[in-house]
């Protein structure tokens, strides 16, 4: 790797003005375990930074927290292995912990922070399926104040974002789930772990009275150029019953409502198909959980 300038802000003030200061030629660093690989593939894939902005110091960065009234609140320097091994993220937003319980080995997830994960912005990332599916929001820093963002407005292509010059994403917030829901998240990848989805799917289910699906939230990965809702499929189960039945004619809307590629890693209609599958099963597994 050729060399570059670590700087180490502890305010969130600062890393913003370092930010902007440098513009293109900085980049913000937290665990580190995306973009030291991207560093060492620079030459070809990657515009090598002259500066690193570290974010470890900034304690503003840190923390999950939740209220009735507020929801989740996730520090955007929030590791995986802290979500994963929340009590109330796995009690309230299980797919969520599912999620950032399979981002690499334990030593990955003991670096690599929420932050970094949303922010590489792959299509594959394995908490963006859950946090969409959520509804979750971005809190983003910039030099005029905050702003917040529809997690799904926040994606705008493979490895790229809606973030501006001078910007930084300071946390993550989820609505509170009501009363009744459960969800889920799988993947499906050639190994257990080390690996990157071939798909992902999210689902969030509330249920009311009789079984009456009142509320229902699926989110895929890895299948379009950035993670996204398939709201169709949604709307199909809008006042419908909790039944097999109908989770597979949701899960067959799911399928076309995704747009995969074919790669190394599966074909087109590979991912389909499992996009099929694994949208009936997390349906049952959040509905179950709801119950």
Do not use: W
Not at 241 to 250: N, V, Y
Request: aromatic share 4%.
């Amino acid at each position: 790797m050729r060399s570059f300038e670590y700087l180490a802000p502890q305010t969130i003030d600062e890393a913003v003005r370092l930010l902007a200061e440098h513009g293109d030629k900085a980049r913000p660093i937290a665990g580190g375990t995306d973009i030291v690989v991207q560093m060492k593939e620079s030459a070809t894939r990657f515009p090598y930074p002259q500066y690193l902005i570290g974010l470890n110091r900034i304690s503003e960065l840190k923390g999950i927290e939740f209220s009735e009234s507020a929801g989740l609140r996730i520090g955007a320097g929030a590791t995986m292995a802290e979500i994963a091994e929340s009590p109330l993220v796995r009690e309230r937003y299980a797919a969520l912990a599912e999620g950032a319980g399979v981002v690499g080995s334990l030593q990955t997830m003991n670096m690599a922070t929420i932050g970094g994960n949303v922010c590489n912005a792959a299509p594959s990332a394995d908490t963006a399926p859950a946090l969409l599916a959520f509804e979750a929001q971005a809190v983003i820093a910039g030099r005029s104040g905050t702003r917040s963002i529809d997690l799904d407005q926040f994606f705008a292509g493979p490895g790229q974002t809606t973030l501006g010059t001078g910007e930084l994403l300071a946390e993550i917030r989820v609505p509170a789930p009501a009363r009744r829901t459960g969800s889920a998240y799988r993947r499906h990848t050639p190994r257990k772990q080390m690996d990157i989805a071939v798909v992902g799917v999210a689902a969030v289910v509330t249920l009311g009275d009789g079984g009456r699906i009142e509320r229902a939230r699926i989110a895929l990965g890895a299948v379009a150029p950035t993670p996204v809702r398939a709201q169709k499929a949604e709307a199909s189960l809008a006042g419908q019953t909790a039944s097999d039945g109908a989770f597979a004619r949701a899960a067959e809307i799911a399928a076309g409502e995704c747009s995969p590629i074919s790669d190394q890693r599966g074909t087109a209609e590979f991912r389909s198909h499992l996009v099929r599958v694994m949208t009936d099963r997390m349906l049952r597994e959040a509905a179950a959980r709801a119950r």
